[in-house]
């Protein structure tokens, strides 16, 4: 199937960097790869139940979120059992350790995700 995207250009160019840095043969296989991975991830989030011990990263733009995000973090502290931050400029770098029902770790990442702001989210649940 073909399909077309709108990037911009300089995640487009940081892309093709990195497939071809790796060796890919094409930027079809590279998007197909980083699309496997993405569903893979989904599929962990929204299968793992019970209790679950973790820890979420996630990036984003101090002045668009910081609000937000303390309304997160007190809506979610019986989950939540730490937090780390850094700067890195306009950008932030924020760790929270989790601890609770994967249903509402769930829920934590989902509301980060959807917040404008936050470039990435990741998560590792023990």
Do not use: N
Not at 14 to 29: C, H, I, M, P, Y
Not at 42 to 60: A, M
Not at 65 to 87: C, F, G, K, P
Request: contains cysteine; hydrophobic residues 40%; glycine residues 6%.
């Amino acid at each position: 199937m073909r399909t077309s995207l709108a990037v911009p250009d300089e995640i487009l160019e940081e892309f093709d960097a990195t497939w071809q840095a790796e060796g890919l043969d094409s930027r079809s296989r590279a998007v197909r790869e980083a699309m496997a991975e993405y569903v893979e991830r989904h599929r962990t989030l929204e299968t793992t139940t019970g209790t679950v011990t973790g820890v979420v990263v996630f990036d984003y733009e101090h002045e668009r979120v910081i609000e937000r995000l303390h309304s997160a973090q007190h809506d979610y502290q019986d989950a939540i059992i730490s937090t780390s931050h850094a700067h890195q400029g306009d950008w932030c770098l924020e760790t929270v350790f989790v601890k609770g029902e994967a249903e509402r770790i769930r829920g934590l990442i989902y509301r980060l995700k959807d917040f404008d702001g936050v470039r990435r989210v990741r998560f590792m649940f023990l």
